[in-house]
């Protein structure tokens, strides 16, 4: 039998897990829990909380599902809600830490769809010299901690200038021209909610459309305007992504990784993965249980 993932989840970082529900915020200093852990977080996941963290001194790298990014200070960290990351900082790095529960993020994403762009995949945003995140983060500490009269349509006033702050910075990082229409963003965001549900199970596009009460060339087309893949390719990404994650963090045998992701012959999946990763399932937990341990 197959062993399962030794992925930790947490709450916040250390604590156990519970559910989280509703409007869930919570700020706190980067060296809360960094100091403590000689500045080295081990990789670790939360299912229902996103992250951004403001860096305002110091440096150091992020490993998010195997991936490395390095980052320094002043910048944002974004990392998304069931994604496995892991920091190394330089001592006495310096920061805020702002964590927003999922169900909070898909209220906003509703309203204003362009968000759900920031947390696609765990990313590091550089701060130009003029930016306002340190000042609007230190109004948001204040109105979390105080009772006075509209105190919850000021905490939301100030995440909401955070969050779009944070998605111009993306979007001119990436200049992506103009925002694709909000129908398409939402239609996206409930696709890659379906995959997230149904993944493991080989359904076809046929499926997810009907699900979605659309056409599957209307899918393909709002993928491709919104994600700028093919919705297969998103299916793709998300067994890629679990694979290597049971690769890295867990002992598995690489067949018992292809049943576990609904692949009935191991060989096919070994040949799915290599040609989307340019090496083997066994070289890919080679090299990357070398990193880890570098």
Not at 86 to 91: D, L, M
Not at 275 to 283: I, L
Request: net charge neutral; hydrophobic share 45%; charged share 25%.
């Amino acid at each position: 039998m197959g062993q399962s993932s030794n992925i930790p989840s947490f709450f916040l970082f250390g604590e156990p897990l519970r559910t989280v529900e509703g409007k869930f915020l919570h700020l706190e200093d980067l060296d809360d829990r960094s100091r403590p852990n000689d500045w080295n977080i081990r990789p670790h996941a939360h299912a229902d909380l996103n992250h951004v963290f403001l860096i305002s001194e110091g440096a150091g790298v992020i490993r998010a599902e195997g991936e490395t990014i390095a980052f320094a200070a002043p910048c944002l960290l974004l990392i998304p809600a069931g994604v496995v990351h892991g920091f190394v900082y330089e001592p006495d790095s310096a920061g805020s830490v702002l964590t927003i529960a999922d169900s909070y993020l898909r209220e906003l994403v509703a309203r204003e769809p362009g968000f759900a762009g920031l947390f696609r995949a765990a990313r590091q945003l550089p701060l130009p010299r003029d930016s306002r995140v340190s000042e609007v983060l230190a109004r948001l500490g204040r109105e979390l901690v105080w009772t006075a009269p509209g105190r919850g349509a000021a905490v939301e006033g100030q995440l909401l200038t955070l969050l779009v702050e944070a998605l111009r910075l993306l979007v001119q990082a990436h200049s992506t021209g103009p925002a694709v229409q909000g129908a398409q963003a939402r239609l996206v965001a409930r696709y890659r909610e379906l995959v997230e549900a149904h993944f493991r199970e080989g359904r076809s596009l046929e499926f997810y459309a009907g699900r979605l009460g659309c056409t599957v060339s209307r899918l393909r087309t709002a993928c491709l305007k919104t994600a700028g893949v093919a919705p297969l390719r998103l299916v793709h990404d998300r067994l890629l992504l679990e694979a290597k994650r049971a690769l890295i963090y867990s002992n598995m045998t690489v067949a018992e990784v292809a049943y576990q992701l609904g692949f009935e012959d191991p060989a096919y999946f070994s040949r799915f993965f290599s040609k989307a990763e340019g090496c083997s399932p066994r070289q890919y937990r080679t090299e990357r249980a070398f990193d880890e341990t570098a």
